[in-house]
């Protein structure tokens, strides 16, 4: 909130920041799921690529990080934008804090888009390297799949928190 504008512009500009950022859940995931299936179609239709992600060794990390830019970009997104929309309007209140809109929306893309990039990168350098140490690089950019998949996580533990603080007590706004 803007400590400079006056309590009402300052709701006003918290609404608006509001729609902004759930605007923002909708149009990545508009985009991450042209990406997502483009990546399929691409990955499906061209016999080499095809043979790589079903043949190589590691491979198929390819087809995970196809797998989780849907499930985690398209799907996910989509969830979160319509609930942001949905609960604050069944409950007729506000949601509980825009800065954990703010947060979720930051770290869900960090984790996202780190989990993708490292899954593409292990299956890659798995299917293409021969260096002796392949086994280790590969299980090296997991382990860091991990971390950002923890973000994932926590994003969604703050998603999930905010619309619970935000419809609590939403029977007594019912009974005014
Ligand atoms: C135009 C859209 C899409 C196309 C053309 C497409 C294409 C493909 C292809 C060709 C594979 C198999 C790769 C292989 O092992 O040879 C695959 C795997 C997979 N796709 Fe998609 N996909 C699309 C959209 C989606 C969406 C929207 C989701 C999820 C919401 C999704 C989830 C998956 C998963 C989970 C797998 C792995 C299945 C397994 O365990 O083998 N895909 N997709
Ligand atoms: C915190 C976020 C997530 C992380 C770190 C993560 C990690 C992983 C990993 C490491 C695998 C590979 C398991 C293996 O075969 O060795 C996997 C597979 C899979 N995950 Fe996730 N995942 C996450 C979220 C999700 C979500 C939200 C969905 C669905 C909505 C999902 C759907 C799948 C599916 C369908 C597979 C199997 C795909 C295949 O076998 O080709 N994941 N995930």
């Keep these: 909130m803007n400590s400079m504008l006056r309590p009402i512009d ?15 859940f909708v149009y990545s995931c508009i985009v991450y799921s042209i990406i997502g299936f483009s990546w399929g179609s691409l990955m499906g239709g061209i016999p080499e690529f095809r043979h790589f992600v079903n043949f190589t060794p590691h491979g198929h990390l390819i087809v995970l990080a196809h797998a989780h830019i849907n499930l985690l ?3 996910e997104m989509a ?8 609960v604050p309007k069944l409950t007729r209140k506000p ?10 929306f930051w770290m869900h893309n960090i984790g ?10 292990a299956g890659i350098i798995g299917g293409i390297s021969t260096s002796d140490d392949v086994e280790k690089q590969v299980s090296h950019l997991l382990a860091l ?12 533990i703050i998603w999930g928190y905010n619309l619970f603080r935000t419809s609590m007590g939403w029977e007594s706004i019912d009974a005014e």
């Design 10 to 24: 300052a709701a006003a500009a918290d609404r608006r920041d509001f729609t902004r950022y759930t605007l923002w």
């Design 73 to 75: 970009g398209w799907v």
């Design 79 to 86: 969830i979160f934008g319509a609930l942001y929309y949905v």
């Design 95 to 104: 949601i509980y804090s825009l800065r954990l809109v703010k947060t979720h």
């Design 112 to 121: 996202l888009i780190g989990m993708v990039v490292l899954f593409s990168a």
């Design 145 to 156: 799949v991990g971390m950002f998949g923890t973000l994932v996580l926590l994003a969604n």
